[in-house]
């Protein structure tokens, strides 16, 4: 099997996990009340719940810092995504609290580990490729949570229980899932992409290295912030502040989904095109003015542009931020990823209460500006994104066109 063969294999595999993952987390956020019913979850209780996934996840993304140093990342994927959708079965089956407290707990754990080996190997693949694709596999995330959205309004409109909602994309997705890791490009193996360039950006991930990573760290968290804001308060925010139906108020987030698939699509072109400093500053700006818009709108399509620009503009910036890390640590890109994949669950973690504690407290038109001047923050650590060895399209590319790996200039598309 000749090189560009194995790296698009391994482009496939990876693209389609982020896929699943994405069908997987969709399915769950999305039957959250059925889950509350099915289990007599409190109101009171339910946020104890919600809180403990991400929780657990951040405790296991650090442990899969210390666990990919012995099997690779490859091989943590391998066996975390099955457990993942196992997870979500056994959260359709129980019966009891603690069935769902364990199935939850399990969830957390295994997530933790999906999602940070994930990024691990597409910031690797990245490095071989010698040219931005990072974009590609959040988009397949994004279509992922698409199909998982409709599927659990399909499973809610026929008033079909947890367990059969969920059943079937786990029949379907599991082998399939699983025979696809045979393809997996690791790090270890993947063909060395790397020049002088590299040489010299090279640093350690000691206490100067996390010095170094946390700009990446602090944008991380302030888009998951922006991120679970429209996941938690669009359809309320569009019902009860901007007078919408019912109906209404459930399309914001699907079109949120649809616009964060578009922008991925065809993002990493722009990267290539005008590196990944000036997207992710673009990127910031539109999501800002969406979140604006959202918060000064006088009606509910008003607010529905404001959150189609949010789709358009967040989109890029997580993709981006972990393959900044990949780029500014290139000989501990797994470490890094693995302490910057944590900031995503503390931005979901802060995102929720923090704009429904000042939209209690004050107004939720009032409480849309805070994540806008939160995800602000990332202008001022735009050039932690690295201006030109990001631009892989331009200048880098063609510096490495004569290797085999970078099919962009060779004429072997991938």
């Excluded at 109906?247 to 990267?271: E, F, K, S």
């Amino acid at each position: 099997m000749t090189e560009d063969v194995r790296l698009r294999r391994g482009r496939g595999s990876l693209g389609f996990s982020f896929f699943v993952q994405g069908v997987t987390f969709a399915l769950l956020v999305t039957r959250i009340p059925a889950i509350q019913d099915r289990y007599g979850i409190s109101d009171g209780l339910l946020p104890a719940f919600l809180a403990a996934v991400p929780i657990l996840a951040g405790v296991s993304s650090v442990a899969t810092e210390h666990l990919v140093k012995r099997v690779g990342p490859a091989t943590v994927l391998r066996w975390a995504q099955p457990l993942v959708l196992l997870a979500l079965l056994g959260v359709g089956a129980g019966t009891q609290l603690w069935h769902a407290a364990l199935a939850l707990g399990a969830f957390g754990l295994s997530v933790g580990a999906l999602d940070a080996s994930m990024n691990m190997l597409g910031v690797s693949l990245q490095r071989a490729y010698g040219r931005s694709i990072m974009l590609g596999f959040h988009a397949a995330y994004s279509l992922g949570g698409i199909v998982g959205a409709s599927a659990a309004w399909a499973g809610a409109h026929w008033h079909l229980s947890l367990f059969t909602s969920y059943l079937p994309a786990v029949v379907v997705l599991l082998p399939l899932a699983f025979y696809g890791s045979r393809f997996y490009v690791d790090q270890q193996d993947a063909k060395d992409a790397k020049d002088a360039e590299d040489a010299v950006a090279e640093k350690g991930l000691g206490v100067g290295g996390f010095r170094l990573l946390l700009p990446l760290c602090l944008v991380m968290a302030c888009a998951y912030i922006g991120d679970s804001t429209v996941s938690n308060w669009s359809a309320k925010y569009l019902q009860d502040v901007l007078g919408s139906s019912e109906q209404l108020a459930t399309v914001p987030y699907n079109v949120y989904m649809v616009t964060t698939l578009i922008g991925r699509a065809v993002g990493d072109l722009g990267v290539r095109r005008f590196g990944a400093v000036a997207v992710v500053r673009i990127g910031t700006v539109v999501a800002a003015g969406g979140f604006a818009v959202v918060a000064a709108a006088p009606g509910a399509w008003t607010g529905m542009l404001g959150f189609t620009l949010l789709g358009i503009g967040l989109c890029v910036i997580v993709p981006q931020t972990f393959a900044a890390a990949g780029r500014l640590f290139p000989s501990a890109s797994d470490t890094a990823i693995a302490r910057l994949n944590i900031f995503n669950y503390v931005g979901f973690l802060i995102g929720s209460p923090l704009v429904g504690g000042i939209g209690d407290a004050w107004s939720y038109r009032g409480a849309m500006l805070v994540p806008m001047a939160l995800v602000l923050v990332t202008l001022f650590h735009a050039r932690s994104f690295g201006a030109e060895v990001a631009r892989y399209g331009v200048g880098h590319e063609r510096r490495a066109g004569d290797r085999a790996v970078d099919v962009g200039r060779s004429g072997n598309e991938v």
